[in-house]
């Protein structure tokens, strides 16, 4: 199965809304943030900064994002409107992810965790692994995402 390396961050805009940001490496973040292309779902708010907080594990579905993108900290609820737009949103962003990434193919699991132990630079890869590599990975605390067909665009060429 076609896996990428996740980074799932806690951020926080100017008007303490929280949410879940979903990157590719912690440099994606960095370049992100640096770029001004990270926004709050809430108030759209670009002063946007990580929360400091332990990453979240074990994401294993796409609907999973979905639920990403909408706040948990927001007092008022989005109009059905809004959180389409905010899924649409999310799956250009998840798309982008998968662009940016490195394929190492079936030395993803491997990778994965040299660069969890440091012993190589992190960045933002993508592969195969197999389910006892997955759960591996899992339990060692490495987030990993499927990459569901309808969203892998190298598999459509
Ligand atoms: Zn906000």
Redesign the pocket.
């Known amino acids: 199965m076609e896996v990428m390396a996740l980074k799932v961050f806690d951020l926080q ?5 929280v ?1 879940e940001g979903w990157f590719g490496s912690a440099d994606n973040y960095e370049s992100q943030q640096a770029r001004g292309l990270l926004s ?6 670009h002063q ?1 900064s990580k929360k400091l907080s332990a990453p979240r594990l074990n994401v294993s579905h796409i609907k999973a994002q979905a639920q990403a993108a909408q ?1 948990s900290a927001a007092k008022t609820a989005p109009d059905a409107g809004r959180v389409a737009q905010m899924q649409a949103e999310a799956l250009r962003h998840i798309r982008r992810m998968i662009r940016n990434t490195e394929n190492v193919g079936v030395r993803f699991a491997d990778e994965a965790r040299r660069m969890h132990e440091g012993e190589v630079e992190e960045r933002a890869i993508r592969g195969t692994a197999t389910p006892q590599e997955r759960e591996e990975l899992a339990r060692d605390g490495i987030g990993v995402m499927p990459i569901p067909d309808f969203l892998d665009d190298e598999r459509l060429q």
């Not at 805009?13 to 809304?17: F, G, L, S, T, V």
């Open positions: 805009c100017e008007q303490n809304h949410f709050c779902p809430v108030c759209n708010s946007v706040p």
